[in-house]
């Protein structure tokens, strides 16, 4: 349905509400500051100075927190293509944030344009990399140029979500918005000054901080450093309850398991009053549930209305002029239709979206059911040979890192017999002579193959829905496909955190 039900204002970067909670001042878990297994203090100086955070931060701007669960993954609309990449399987997924909207031009551009700030002086071809590729929208066919020239620039398109956006590139966006959204902490909470001259290798970057390598202005407010023997003032670490975690894109998952809101088919969900019934009535077809239709049910005045954006049939791409069905020919503002049960937004058609996934046909089969996901690349941070400290960063600012090697790996311990530290093939079936992944020769899949999900404005109603799966090359990019960012939630999988005596029953 056509509306527009989010104000876009506050879709921009920093302006969402921050999902903050506040350890317990019970049983020494941070708040007393005493420790209940020593009795020291914590945060004394005359007792050895152990910090340990009052407070801490979950979730960032932009994001909606998505409590995780049980849910069948795989396909519930009928295989057409008699293709099995998709079989109903039961898999976990732990508590998650994710965008409530697609990445949209607006936001795009404002990363192109740091990185044009920062970089371009000197490194002129790394921004370049990061410009969508507008020719995606050519087709020999088709009189496209006008999107070409200006979907992407062009005020018009400001909150529509960008596309010709690849694999490769949604993941760069999704670290240089980390950095930015942690460096703005550390700025409000007085650990470091504006400094809208970062350039090269004096971008703020998490890593490099974390490891003592960027500096930057130091605000008036630093953190207090209660070792005795410390400096009085010192950095932030990710003890102290700052820093967010990564905003990176969602695992397959994650995507399938949010964009069906499954949470709204409990009939008795928890509340601070009840448990919460551990039951689902019915399965979703499509991010809006009902499993018949595309079209709005209730009978009101948007009765019959689209719910999403996508082509109806041959050449029908909005209906007719005075009862235009979706009012989208291309894809349409981030905000538009109604969001599902979750509060998210466009998670069928309008753009395909990214998935964090390596593309296998057999992963019903070959990943686990806790947390499932193909595409882990081990990698660890650079030493010096001659003291094994950390290698200095790099002309971007950056951290150098590389893959673990095979010692390494088998250090790992239960994870020996991965024996590499590039798992993006590992038990996928390809020795067998009915998997042959011989990229160019008998296969079109190889480790770069990643998945997008969700249906697009040029797509037919099946593939809105969320069990459906397709693949592109890491370094392809189309004017279907766009994208979101998630973040992990760090411990409590819902509620506020508490004291470590939270959710358990004291003796009486």
């Known amino acids: 349905m056509k509306r527009s039900l989010i104000s876009m204002g506050l879709l921009c970067i920093g302006t969402a509400t921050l999902f903050s909670a506040c350890s317990s001042r019970k049983g020494g878990a941070g708040g007393s500051g005493v420790s209940n297994k020593t009795g020291w203090n914590y945060n004394d100086p005359k007792l050895g100075g152990f910090d340990v955070a009052k407070s801490w931060s979950l979730g960032g701007p932009g994001l909606v927190s998505i409590e995780g669960?049980?849910?069948?993954?795989?396909?519930?609309?009928?295989?057409?293509?008699?293709?099995?990449?998709?079989?109903?399987?039961?898999?976990?997924?732990?508590?998650?944030?994710?965008?409530?909207?697609?990445?949209?031009?607006?936001?795009?551009?404002?990363?192109?344009?740091?990185?044009?700030?920062?970089?371009?002086?000197?490194?002129?071809?790394?921004?370049?990399?990061?410009?969508?590729?507008?020719?995606?929208?050519?087709?020999?066919?088709?009189?496209?140029?006008?999107?070409?020239?200006?979907?992407?620039?062009?005020?018009?398109?400001?909150?529509?979500?960008?596309?010709?956006?690849?694999?490769?590139?949604?993941?760069?966006?999704?670290?240089?918005?980390?950095?930015?959204?942690?460096?703005?902490?550390?700025?409000?909470?007085?650990?470091?000054?504006?400094?809208?001259?970062?350039?090269?290798?004096?971008?703020?970057?998490?890593?490099?901080?974390?490891?003592?390598?960027?500096?930057?202005?130091?605000?008036?407010?630093?953190?207090?450093?209660?070792?005795?023997?410390?400096?009085?003032?010192?950095?932030?670490?990710?003890?102290?309850?700052?820093?967010?975690?990564?905003?990176?894109?969602?695992?397959?998952?994650?995507?399938?398991?949010?964009?069906?809101?499954?949470?709204?088919?409990?009939?008795?969900?928890?509340?601070?009053?009840?448990?919460?019934?551990?039951?689902?009535?019915?399965?979703?077809?499509?991010?809006?549930?009902?499993?018949?239709?595309?079209?709005?049910?209730?009978?009101?005045?948007?009765?019959?209305?689209?719910?999403?954006?996508?082509?109806?049939?041959?050449?029908?791409?909005?209906?007719?002029?005075?009862?235009?069905?979706?009012?989208?020919?291309?894809?349409?503002?981030?905000?538009?239709?109604?969001?599902?049960?979750?509060?998210?937004?466009?998670?069928?058609?309008?753009?395909?979206?990214?998935?964090?996934?390596?593309y296998r046909p057999t992963s019903h089969q070959d990943v686990n059911d806790f947390r499932p996901f193909r595409g882990n690349v081990y990698k660890t941070a650079v030493r010096n040979p001659e003291d094994g400290s950390l290698q200095e960063k790099d002309s971007l600012g950056q951290l150098t890192k590389r893959d673990l090697d095979s010692l390494e790996v088998a250090a790992m311990g239960n994870n020996y017999r991965m024996k590499k530290s590039d798992v993006r093939n590992y038990n996928d079936g390809d020795t067998l002579s009915l998997y042959v992944y011989d990229y160019g020769r008998t296969s079109l899949i190889n480790d770069d193959s990643k998945v997008y999900k969700g249906g697009s404005w040029a797509d037919r109603a099946y593939w809105l829905a969320p069990g459906t799966r397709r693949f592109m090359q890491a370094n392809r990019s189309s004017s279907t496909i766009g994208f979101r960012c998630a973040m992990d939630r760090l411990g409590s999988p819902n509620g506020t955190p508490g004291n470590i005596f939270s959710g358990k029953r004291k003796a009486k």
């Open 69 to 358: 669960g049980r849910f069948t993954m795989g396909q519930t609309e009928e295989d057409l293509g008699d293709e099995h990449v998709s079989i109903p399987r039961t898999v976990s997924v732990s508590s998650f944030f994710m965008d409530e909207t697609e990445v949209a031009n607006v936001h795009y551009r404002e990363y192109t344009y740091w990185m044009t700030r920062a970089y371009s002086a000197d490194y002129p071809d790394l921004v370049a990399k990061t410009l969508p590729d507008t020719t995606a929208w050519r087709d020999a066919l088709s009189y496209n140029e006008p999107m070409v020239e200006y979907y992407f620039r062009h005020a018009a398109y400001t909150y529509y979500p960008v596309v010709g956006v690849s694999w490769n590139q949604a993941n760069a966006y999704c670290k240089w918005r980390t950095d930015r959204v942690n460096e703005m902490r550390l700025i409000k909470t007085g650990q470091l000054k504006k400094n809208p001259n970062q350039v090269n290798e004096d971008v703020y970057n998490d890593e490099a901080y974390l490891a003592g390598q960027y500096e930057g202005l130091a605000g008036g407010n630093r953190k207090k450093d209660f070792d005795p023997n410390g400096s009085g003032k010192r950095s932030v670490n990710y003890s102290d309850g700052i820093l967010l975690p990564a905003y990176r894109l969602p695992t397959e998952a994650e995507w399938e398991y949010a964009a069906l809101g499954l949470k709204a088919n409990n009939p008795e969900p928890a509340t601070t009053r009840r448990r919460g019934e551990e039951v689902i009535t019915n399965r979703n077809t499509y991010p809006w549930g009902d499993p018949n239709t595309t079209r709005y049910g209730i009978r009101n005045s948007y009765q019959g209305e689209f719910l999403a954006n996508y082509k109806r049939g041959a050449g029908d791409n909005m209906g007719i002029a005075g009862g235009l069905n979706d009012n989208a020919d291309i894809p349409s503002n981030v905000g538009a239709f109604m969001p599902n049960s979750l509060g998210l937004y466009n998670m069928a058609g309008n753009v395909n979206e990214w998935v964090l996934d390596t």
